[in-house]
C-alpha cells in the first residue's frame, strides 16, 4: 500500500525563520539537546514530559509569582499534577505591562454586522481590563466566584473575560444566537454570581432581538446578584448595570497569583447527546499549552496577526484570545460569516493583514466547488499559515489552498477539542503537509490509535488516545466532586488511557487521517467504516451540497441498513440516475461496503452551531428517540434540521 503524496516539505529555512526554529536553537544552546527533525523533537516531548514541559515555560518566559517545586507531581492519569506548588495569573501573561513599548500598537480589530469597526491598542486594552476588574470588584466579585457571559465575539467580551481570570474568579460564556434553555443547562451548572449580556445582535441583513431570552435566563440563574449590559445595537436591558458604569473610574492593573490548576474557565460540551458537561480549564494548564501551540505549530509572535472566525461558544474562541500570550494581535469577528458573500472572510483577511488564517473545512471546499480564487482576488501576501479544523479536509481541499494560496503559505489541518481547548494532532513548520492528512500529534501530545484490546495500530483504524498527561487536560467537570464522570468519559475503556472519542488512522509516516467520531463508526459485517471518507467522496459530487450517513443495526445480528442523507443543491431532485451515480462513486471510490441501502434527500444536514455533523442523534431519532432526548434544538446550526428525522422515523414505524 503506497503512502499519503507529499505535497510541501518543511521550508529549507525553517531553523532560521520560524518560531519552533528559534526553539530547536533554545534547546541547543541552553539545554544541550539537538533534534534532527519533527519526529525526533516529538518522541523527545512525550518520553521526557518534565524536560518538554520545563523548556515550554522557560522558552516563553512563563512567570511564576511562587515557582514550581517540580514539573510534574503525580504522574497517572486522571489526576496528573502539574507545577505543584507554583502560582501565576493566565490574564497576566496575556496582557501584563512588560516594557510599555507596544502602548501604542493594535491589539485588537473587531468586524461585526451590528456596528463599525473597533480597534484597541494594547495600551488601552490594558485600561480598559483594569478599570473592568474594579468594576468586577465592586459588584463583589473574588476569587473563585463565577462570572458568565451571554456575548458575542466582541471586544468588551474579550476585556471581561481577561478581567474576570486577573481576579481568581471563573469565566464561562454563550454566544447570544444560543435560546434560554441551552443557557440555563449551561451557566446553572456553575451558580454564577455575575452575568454579562447583549440586548441583541445583527447577523447579516437581519436585527436579533434576545432581550426576552436575556430575562428568561435571568430568571433561570436565581445565584446572578448582578447583570451588566454590554451595549451591542440600538436596545438596552432593563435594571442591568451599564458597560460604562463597570468601567467608570481610573483602576490600576493587577492580577491575583492562583495556584496552576486553579479554574480559569469552564468550557461546554455540545450538548447533542446528553446534558452539556461542564469541563473546566486552569489557568497554568492553558497558559503552557497555548503558549506551545500558538508559537510552536501555529508560529504566531509579535506583529503578527490571527483572524480565524468563532462564536463564544467554541474552544476556538479561547484559542483566538490566547493569541494574545505571544504578544500576536487578534481579529475578531462576530455576524454572518457568510455575509454579504462566500469571499467576505478572504476580504477581511486582506484587510486586516492576517498572518494566520482560520477557516472550517467545509468552508474552504465550498470556495472550492463555487470557484473563488482568493489570492487572484484579495491580497493575502501577508499570510503565512492557513488552519483549519472542526472536520476532516479531503485530499482536493488541500490541492485547492496548494494551489491557490501557493508552496509558501503553510496548510495547518488540525483536531483537538474542547475537552483539551487545543489540538491533539495537528501540523507545524517543521512538518510535511501531507494530502488529505493531518501532519501528526502535536508536541507534547502522546496520541495513538489502540485497537478495542488496547494494543497501538499503525495503517488501520482504532480508537484515538492519549497515553501520557499533558497540563491541558481538564482540571474536572464541574459539580463533579468524587471524578466518576470525568473518570467515565474519558478513562472507562483504557485505565490510566485517555480515550478521546474519534476515529483515526496513523500511517507509517507519522501523518494520519481522522475518519469521524468513533460513536458514529458504522459497523457493517464485522467491518467499521469511518463516516468522513463517505463525505469526501459523496459531496464532491456537483449535486450534493452536504451529507449524513447513519447505520442502523439489526438487533438479530445481520448487516442492518446503511442509509445515506444527501443535501442537494437547489434545483437538483433525487431521481435514479443520482441514485446509481452516487452508490458507483462510493464503490469506485471505497468499496462495495459502502455502497448505502436507501438514499434519501434532506432540506439540511443537521450540525451543531460549531459545525460538526450530528451523525448520532440523527440515528437515536431513527430508531425511535425523541428529538428532545437526544438534542436540543438551540445547540442545532439549523434548528429544523432533525425534524426531518423525526418525519422519517415516524415512517418507517409500523402502521
Known sequence: MSGPELLRPPADDVRETTEIGRFLGWLERERGLRFDGYADLHRWSVEDLEGFWSA????????????PERVLGRREMPGAEWFPGATLNYAEHAVGLLDGSDADEVAVVAHSQTRPPVELTWGQLREQVARARAGLQRLGVGRGDRVVAYLPNTPETLVAFLATASLGAVWASCAPEFGARSVVDRFGQVEPTVLLAVAGYGYGAKDVDRREQVAEIRAGLPTVRHVVHVPYGPDALPDAVGWDELLAGPAELAFDPVPFAHPLCVLFSSGTTGRPKAIVH???GILLEHLKNHGLSWDLRAGDRILWFSTTAWMMWNALVSALLVRASIVMVDGNPLHPD???????????????????????????????RPAEEFDLSRIRQLGAAGSPLPAEGYHWVHEHLGPGVLLNVGSGGTDVCSGIVQGSPLQPVWAGEI?????????????EEGNPVVGDLGELVITAPMPSMPVGFWGDDDGSRYRATYFADYPGVWRHGDW???????????????????????????TAEFYRVVEELPEVVDSLVVHLEDPAGGNGELLLYVQLRDGVELDDDLRRRIAGALRTALSPRHVPDGVVAVPAVPRNRTGKKLELPAKKILLGARLDDVASRDVLAEPTSLDTFVRLAAARRPS
Open 342 to 372: 462566500l469571499r467576505w472572510q478572504w476580504q477581511l483577511a486582506a484587510e486586516t493583514g492576517a498572518t494566520l488564517m482560520g477557516a472550517s473545512p467545509g468552508y474552504l471546499m465550498t470556495c472550492r466547488k463555487e470557484g473563488v
Open 439 to 451: 501532519s501528526g500529534p502535536c508536541l507534547g501530545v502522546a496520541a495513538q490509535a489502540f485497537d
Open 56 to 67: 515550554v515555560a522557560a522558552f516563553f518566559d512563563v512567570r511564576f509569582a511562587t515557582a
Open 504 to 530: 483515526i488512522r496513523f500511517s507509517e509516516v507519522g501523518s494520519c487521517v481522522i475518519a469521524g467520531r468513533s460513536d458514529a463508526t458504522l459497523n457493517r459485517g464485522g467491518v467499521r467504516l469511518g
Open 282 to 284: 486552569g489557568h497554568g
